[in-house]
């Protein structure tokens, strides 16, 4: 079967960095994508990758290994606007999208 | 201007009853999904159209059936609620599923319709 594995939680300071992990099992694979969900609200798209390497964006990075399976979104200097859930999103072979059930990033004064 | 439009965003009804979603895109996408995101936070798709056809329809029970008047919108049609529909529904869309590989395109998704099943 097709599985996606996230942390449910993390928590981070303002100020400091954050990694969250996403490793990902699919049928084929024709990218990774990250989403944030602030509650109550819907997911909006934060990153895409399909080689391996480090994708830079603002304070936002993601990093992919596709031997390893493996994914991470990177977070620079956390703000309180950060909190939200991160979820982490593969497209598989069919081009159907297999999502993770997402991280809460809890972001602390 | 709403790229991907929702209505109702909260809706409360009985057990046993049938309701409808309706959902619009602006954006000229070829593509339209419907999504159950339920209280463990997973976003499962439910359905997808491409130019009015069904592409991807997942193991969702027949109570659930989408309805494409035209590329512009899909709505969601629900018979017979149960209490385990209680979710929320995302409609997202996107140009040809093709396009979301390589990231020339991503999936924009509206606003949520929180339907509780009383």
């Known amino acids: 079967g097709q599985n996606i594995d996230q942390p449910t939680e993390m928590t981070a300071t303002e100020g400091a960095i954050v990694q969250i992990n996403c490793t990902y099992q699919?049928?084929?694979?024709?990218?990774l994508f990250w989403y944030q969900q602030h509650a109550g609200e819907a997911p909006t798209f934060l990153s895409y990758?399909?080689l391996d390497g480090l994708e830079e964006k603002g304070r936002f990075s993601s990093f992919l290994s596709r031997s390893k399976g493996y994914s991470y979104l990177l977070l620079k200097e956390l703000q309180m606007k950060d909190s939200a859930s991160y979820l982490c999103a593969v497209l598989d072979s069919n081009y159907q999208l297999i999502w993770g059930a997402g991280t809460k990033l809890i972001i602390k004064p | 201007d709403t790229a991907v439009s929702q209505t109702p965003k909260y809706l409360v009804t009985q057990m046993g009853n049938d309701k409808s979603i309706k959902c619009e895109q602006n954006l000229g996408h070829d593509t339209m999904y419907w999504y159950k995101q339920d209280s463990k936070k997973f976003l499962k798709i439910m359905f997808s159209?491409?130019?009015?056809?069904?592409?991807i329809n997942e193991t969702v029970p027949n109570r659930f059936s989408p309805k494409s008047p035209d590329k512009a919108h899909l709505n969601l049609h629900i018979n017979s609620l149960e209490l385990g529909d209680s979710a929320v529904y995302f409609c997202a869309s996107s140009q040809d599923v093709s396009e979301l590989a390589g990231g020339r395109d991503t999936q924009y998704f509206g606003p949520g319709t929180r339907l509780t099943v009383l």
């Open positions: 990758n399909v």
């Open positions: 159209y491409n130019n009015k056809e069904l592409i």
């Open positions: 699919t049928s084929g694979f024709n990218g």
